[in-house]
């Protein structure tokens, strides 16, 4: 009964110390820059995150059955690239939206069977994917730009309701919202992280494992298509550029939010907070005019840190380790 | 002549938060003799031997090795002091050869060149003599160069005990060495270990069976609660006595297994043929009945059972539910149809241990409990989790208790009660008490009598002879995937079972 009560205090203090971070952070950048307390810069921090969101939100299902998918970035770009090229031939926006949506799902669901029907690792699947995706997108674009889409689509995704909330942060906010429930009270959540422990065991209580692989690597791809429209509103410039660095910021957003890269822990709201921290990061950073680079290197930064955090607290948690167990290694407990 | 313990352990005490898990318990092994150690699941066996392998360190207390106080950083060291320990898992590595296993981490070498004798590699011819040397006396014939993953389970265990000697131990400990071997392979066990003995080697011997107790060793200690109780010679002891001790009371019945009117056939399994594994076996089972499964170990039980409930899939058969044609594709099929399965090894397949017993109780029946938005309904959770704790009487605090922290037996029963939650009308349980106490098994016996009375169908794999004479009506022997025979209850005896089976 203890130790359900641990658990219980660590997850609450982990999504604490979050809290506290993205405070601490906007302080700090407020005493430096005091234009950072300015509302209209915090919003700015809401809008700016909203794709990368989206992808981590799906991310978060796929890291905690132990997965991974690398190729969100470039899933992102293609997609973008294709809207660009649908619209601009043929002037129909539905059709160029729909074009997108329906390119990431398309290989949301390639890297979803591949996972699912072979027993090729997610890592290495999604790595090949990735530079795959890329490819394609640079062999349809190259360094062409596609821009000049019409000023409606553009408000689908600048809006601001009631003159002050980023419509961007309302789709984040409603895609955590059904994920999280899904999550946190669905069947859905409890499969996840039963799959990330202990996948054979799942399987043997009559779930069918690998069509829920597919399901979230095709959920994953259509975020990413959406994600595409999303950053194609805000900056309404599509090209192949846009795709790089975003998978890590995604599975740093993730695992930052207290998902375990070994599987069967997570958390959506952690999550959540963790896509806020690092808006407040990169927005921080672009007011004081610091350069990508500090900004990669302050994410790889929390990246290895929040990783070893997590291997501590898991060791202390004695959480048995899915891994170990497979391989017969009699276990120090 | 009193003889001077090799293996000397005093007072010792281990507190883990929350429960003290050993209690002044205080041990002699003598040289040369099998030293039987037993007692119900968290009696408190394993922290012991644990302790004594360095993975644990106690709080109090002190242990002797031929008279030196022994101080092990962790189980590597335990082998270099000349006590070696065969865990219940295999710690050899799979993708290595036996040899290579053999000398892992302490290898024979010899220098390159004699100018720079800091530069050395392995002296395999040498490796290769000392390794033919101890198989020769384990009176084995192993092929030094076969990979570990193409060996038997029993073919292990003695490259685990060859790895012990080539290391000069004169402490053996051996945990549960007998639960995965078949019958044969126990007899052969039990001869490598009365050779050892001759030539000195001390064992400490944990096991649950006690009839391999009386059979092997030549003293006994019984733990209870994680305190000593008694020690006796075997041959001063008898087992209702040795029950006793471990339990603290005479089991009058362990297998209050009751009669019950057998009704109509309700499940038909008519020639179901895998490939290489399973040969035209057809079998029916009626309302209410107990079928026993017996065989050896790879007589095609388990697969059959899988291959019944869509976990494998069969090359041609045909199931029969109720006189009507079923087709099952996948697992979820048969349980929604009414028939499921608990696997045998409750670890790997039966649970997932990290999570609550809520959480693995449900997992079966999900589906049933979710609305139309797949959002679990936590009052349907919480009652149905309540009632197979009350029912299969699961010690816990509550449903959200991490099911790792159980004991052997409250997980099979969390197990069974996994399967239960799926109201199935044919059970298939596997191996259900193995590795659970005495005390377990008695009342998951109860509770497979009292399912029976309940009007359901039940199928018991199990290699425990008296658990399937006690507990079926009637049994089917399996061979080499081919169905050997069947025996009616009254018309069952072991020496009936083994004849068909071997």
Redesign the interface.
Known sequence: ????GN?ISIKLTHQGVLVTLLFGLIITFGLIEPVFFRPSVLLDVMAIMGDVGVMALGMTYIITTSGVDLSVGYNQQLSAVVFGMVYLSTRNLALAIAAALLCGTVLGFFNGLIVAKTKIPPLVTTLATMYLFRGISMILAGSMTYSGFPQGFRLFFTYRLFGVLPIQFIYFTAVFLILD??YS????G??L??MG??E?????????IQKIKIGIYTLLGLLCGFAALMYLGRLSVAKTSIGDWINFQVITAVLLGGTSING?VGSIRGTFIAILIIGVLKKGYTLMSLSGNIFNFTLGTILILSLIVFAVTEERK???SSKI?KT???T?? | MEKQPILDICGIDKRF??VLALKDVSLQLLPGEVHAICGENGAGKSTLMKIIAG?YVADTGSILLDGQELHLEN?NDAYKQGLSII?Q???LFPDLTVLENLFMGHEEQKSLFPVLPFIRMNDIPKMRKRAKEIFIRLEMNVDLDEKISALGVATKQMVEIAKALTFDSKVLILDEPTAALTNKEVHTLFETIRRLKQEGVSILYISHRLEEIFQIADRVSVLRDGAYVATADVSDVSKPKLISWMVGRFLENLYPKEDVEIGETVFEVKELWQRGLLHGISFSLGKGEILGIAGLAGAGRTELALAVCG?SKADKGELLLNGKKLVIH???D??DKGIA?I?EDR??????????LK?NIT??V??RI?NV????DRRKENSITDSYMSQLSIKA??G???V??LSGGNQQKVSVA?SLA?EPQILILDEPTRGVDVGAKSELHRIISNLAKAGKSIIIISSDLPEILGMSDRVMVMKNGCKAGELLRAELTQERILEMAL
């Open positions: 009964m203890s130790m359900t658990k429930s899904l009270y669905g069947a859905l409890r499969n992280k039963g422990f202990n054979e065991s799942v399987h043997f209580s009559g779930v069918k069967g004695n959480v048995v167990r017969n290694i009699p120090r407990v | 938060p929350g993975v189980p865990f898992e295999s710690s976990l996948q697992y979820r048969a349980l399965y696997s670890q790997r397949y039966g649970l997932v241990l990290p999570m609550t959480e997992h079966k999900l589906n979710c938005f797949g959002i679990i605090p509550d959200s208790f991490v790792s922290k996994k799926a």
